[in-house]
């Protein structure tokens, strides 16, 4: 039975990936000390949080322009009833 024949082994790939791997901080610096992950972690979770806090205030905020966009949809018709009836002013051109 044959045995396969392994690839090449190519270090400078492993390199970029285990540098693609190893996990960073919002500011863009690596976490090289393992002993950091929780700190990291609980930071991400806090902006995960943070997150979902603007995400529930936009939806809020998207709930009020509709209604504010409903009610001047509805005065604009009022306006357009109003502005297509004829005058009943006796004065000629008011």
Do not use: C
Request: charged share 30%; hydrophobic share 40%; proline share 9%.
């Amino acid at each position: 039975m044959a045995v396969p024949k392994l690839p090449d082994f190519d270090a400078a790939g492993w390199s970029a990936r285990l540098k693609e791997a190893i996990p960073k901080r919002p500011d863009g610096t690596t976490i090289t000390v393992w002993s950091q992950l929780p700190e990291f972690i609980k930071g991400l979770r806090a902006q995960r949080d943070v997150v979902a806090r603007h995400d529930v205030q936009l939806a809020d905020h998207k709930g009020d322009l509709d209604a504010h966009t409903e009610r001047l949809n509805k005065q604009a018709d009022r306006l357009a009833v109003l502005e297509a009836r004829p005058s009943t002013s006796p004065f000629p051109g008011s």
